[in-house]
């Protein structure tokens, strides 16, 4: 199963049944949101190391969520779409940096009365956790991507994430809002290599690229089983020449 493309302070809520806007708009949960916002291309909505005083569910858009290294270089461990839910933060300080890749709309809750939520309602409290165990299990699969994966299985693994997302996993129609520098800095690659994993996959006919933001998937079988590595796949990894398979993973 390709898990969405998340972190795990990032929980999905809207596709299992249970957003909370969704139950304050029904009645059951009145007072809960504090407030709906709007956040332009680009805009921040929290930054690593405020205190987290909401929560915020996304109603339309996409987030990325970043997180910046000691030495100025940044890593995205998700992107967030409708029905995600932002800052669940244990410890009251949110650990990494929300920044809106299209204009999003927000849902802000206040942190006590999203508590309060949880505490009154157990039904809401046993989905809450059963969506942070499948998020937990998605970044397992991300530690593996990351850890063992090469260039050509992270960027076939990011595509089916995708198609995931869309209409329960049958779209082959992409949108791709974020930059081929986004891709990048989620998978751990240059954009250098992105750019050339795309053109690979659609001169081998598994991609079409429609737009700079748009792609089609043409062999989604092909292209899962290169997500899992598997050794019968025709495709060839994107290789510099001269270099062997294991010197190539080595230096992702």
């Not at 991300?142 to 329960?168: P, W």
């Not at 737009?211 to 089983?225: K, N, S």
């Amino acid at each position: 199963m390709y898990a969405p493309a998340v972190s795990n302070t990032s929980v999905k809520t809207a596709f299992a049944g249970y957003s909370p806007s969704t139950r304050c708009k029904d009645g059951r949960h009145p007072a809960v949101i504090t407030s709906l916002q709007r956040k332009a291309q680009g805009e921040i909505v929290f930054t690593e190391g405020d205190e987290a005083n909401s929560v915020y569910e996304i109603v339309s858009g996409m987030i990325r969520l970043v997180k910046l290294l000691p030495d100025g270089r940044r890593q995205i461990t998700g992107f967030c779409a409708s029905g995600h839910l932002l800052g669940l933060a244990p410890e009251g300080v949110h650990v990494y940096t929300a920044e809106a890749i299209t204009e999003v709309t927000l849902c802000r809750y206040g942190r006590a009365a999203f508590e309060r939520l949880i505490e009154e309602t157990p039904s809401f409290a046993k989905q809450l956790l059963a969506a942070t165990s499948h998020e937990l299990s998605a970044n397992q699969d991300q530690m593996l991507l990351l850890g063992r994966k090469t260039a050509m299985e992270r960027v076939a693994s990011f595509f089916l994430r995708l198609a995931e997302r869309h209409a329960g996993g049958d779209a082959d129609c992409l949108d791709i809002p974020m930059t081929r520098y986004d891709i990048a800095d989620y998978l751990g690659l240059t954009v250098e290599t992105v750019s050339r994993t795309f053109t690979k996959l659609k001169q081998d006919g598994l991609i079409e690229l429609l737009a700079p933001t748009r792609i089609m998937i043409r062999d989604r079988g092909q292209l899962e089983e290169l997500a899992i590595g598997s050794a019968d796949s025709p495709f060839s990894e994107l290789l510099p020449a001269g270099k062997t398979k294991k010197h190539s993973e080595k230096h992702l």
